[in-house]
């Protein structure tokens, strides 16, 4: 029998599924920006949870990875997370653009309070 959730984990779902509702519009208008239609493309966001990280597939493919402290990762394979590549956290999505491939910042780190 499983008690509720901590508030720090409750936090830290609500931050992702407003990641992935972040990353998923942004990946539309991505799209519709270039000339795409949508209905060709999927650009669905889908978080899947793991035993030590959250998984963030756009379309069919692995995407992103977040820790258990919020931060944002690039991935090497799917299930594998490329260390270099890390892009902010759950608290800096706002000063990213993630319309592209991957996040690209759109403020000085500085500013982001990484």
């Known amino acids: ?5 901590s508030p720090a984990l409750a936090t830290l779902a609500h ?3 407003v990641f992935a509702g972040v990353l998923q519009t942004a990946q539309e208008q991505g799209l519709l920006i270039k000339g795409y239609n949508l209905i060709n493309h999927n650009v669905k966001v889908k978080v899947t949870p793991g035993k030590k990280y959250i998984k963030v597939d756009v379309g069919g493919s692995g995407k992103y990875m977040i820790d258990a402290e919020g931060r944002i990762w690039g991935i090497k394979a799917y299930g594998v997370i490329h260390f270099g590549h890390q892009y902010g956290t759950l608290d800096t999505i706002q000063g990213w653009d993630w319309s592209g491939y991957v996040g690209i910042p759109t403020t000085p780190k500085e ?4």
């Open 1 to 5: 029998m499983s008690g509720p959730a």
């Open 15 to 17: 931050k992702i599924e």
């Open 111 to 114: 500013a982001r309070h990484e």
